[in-house]
């Protein structure tokens, strides 16, 4: 059974109320577990991006605090209809989805992405992802290699 089965199964029939996922701290803490898991489970199925598994540990705090930072704006901003949560926080198990697809679309910016350094700074992290990278290199380096880079996209 994959990650997002069993949260699905689970969890879901004991949130009475979407929003929850959103207000409850603790319940919010735990969804992002099972989005980490679920993601790494997606990486495994696609040998495009596989050479990022092992960067899911490495990152996964990062993006947990980039995702606990924003999880009130995601709300508020899904209940005024400004992102597609909007169409999703009357039901739990699709309000699940989709913050675990979030998690795994923060992870790919932060992975991938140079525009997206400004928003989480990885060099922050005080220890290598890579071993052919170092702190004076750009964030995204430190992440990736270029020739991983390159197979991802």
Same mark, same amino acid.
């Given at each position: 059974?994959?990650?997002?089965?069993?949260?699905?199964?689970?969890?879901?029939?004991?949130?009475?109320?979407?929003?929850?996922?959103?207000?409850?701290?603790?319940?919010?803490?735990?969804?992002?577990?099972?989005?980490?898991?679920?993601?790494?489970?997606?990486?495994?199925?696609?040998?495009?991006?596989?050479?990022?598994?092992? /960067?899911?540990?490495?990152?996964?705090?990062?993006?947990?605090?980039?995702?606990?930072?924003?999880?009130? /704006?995601?709300?508020?901003?899904?209940?005024?209809?400004?992102?597609?949560?909007?169409?999703?926080?009357?039901?739990?198990?699709?309000?699940?989805?989709?913050?675990?697809?979030?998690?795994?679309?923060?992870?790919?910016?932060?992975?991938?992405?140079? /525009?997206?350094?400004?928003?989480?700074?990885?060099?922050?992290?005080?220890?290598?992802?890579?071993?052919?990278?170092?702190?004076?290199?750009?964030?995204?380096?430190?992440?990736?290699?270029?020739?991983?880079?390159? /197979?991802?996209?």
């Amino acid at each position: 059974m994959k990650s997002i089965e069993i949260l699905i199964k689970y969890k879901a029939p004991k949130i009475i109320d979407a929003e929850k996922i959103f207000t409850n701290l603790k319940l919010f803490q735990e969804i992002l577990f099972w989005a980490r898991e679920s993601f790494r489970e997606l990486l495994v199925t696609n040998p495009k991006r596989y050479n990022l598994i092992s /960067k899911v540990d490495d990152i996964a705090g990062e993006i947990d605090s980039y995702m606990n930072a924003v999880r009130l /704006k995601m709300l508020t901003n899904g209940k005024a209809g400004k992102n597609s949560l909007y169409f999703k926080l009357d039901n739990v198990e699709l309000t699940l989805k989709w913050l675990i697809s979030r998690w795994a679309n923060v992870f790919m910016n932060i992975a991938t992405n140079p /525009k997206y350094k400004s928003f989480i700074d990885v060099s922050l992290l005080g220890y290598e992802l890579n071993d052919k990278a170092s702190h004076t290199k750009d964030a995204l380096s430190i992440i990736i290699n270029e020739e991983e880079l390159a /197979k991802c996209k």
